[in-house]
């Protein structure tokens, strides 16, 4: 899973050009938090949002353009 929302990254990134990248993600999905802290995101806030299952505490992560070119330059990045 982490390739894959790597490869989603540079997409988002580098080929539609957006300059940040903002996720939320039920606290509950401790795997998916993994994969935010390991591709080097940042912890911006906390909110209830309306998941398929109900509404769920939930955290939004967040990282820039630069920063995540940044992350992949040296070598942090771990697939």
């Excluded at 080097?40 to 505490?57: I, K, Q």
Aim: charged fraction near 30%; glycine fraction near 6%; proline fraction near 3%.
């Amino acid at each position: 899973m982490s390739e894959a929302a790597a490869w989603a990254n540079d997409y988002w990134f580098d080929s539609l050009g957006f300059p940040v990248l903002r996720v939320a993600k039920a606290i509950a999905n401790t795997a998916s938090r993994r994969i935010s802290e390991k591709q080097g995101m940042r912890l911006v806030g906390l909110e209830d949002r309306d998941y398929v299952s109900g509404r769920l505490p939930s955290e939004r992560w967040e990282i820039t353009a630069e920063e995540w070119r940044a992350w992949k330059a040296c070598g942090k990045l771990r697939l």
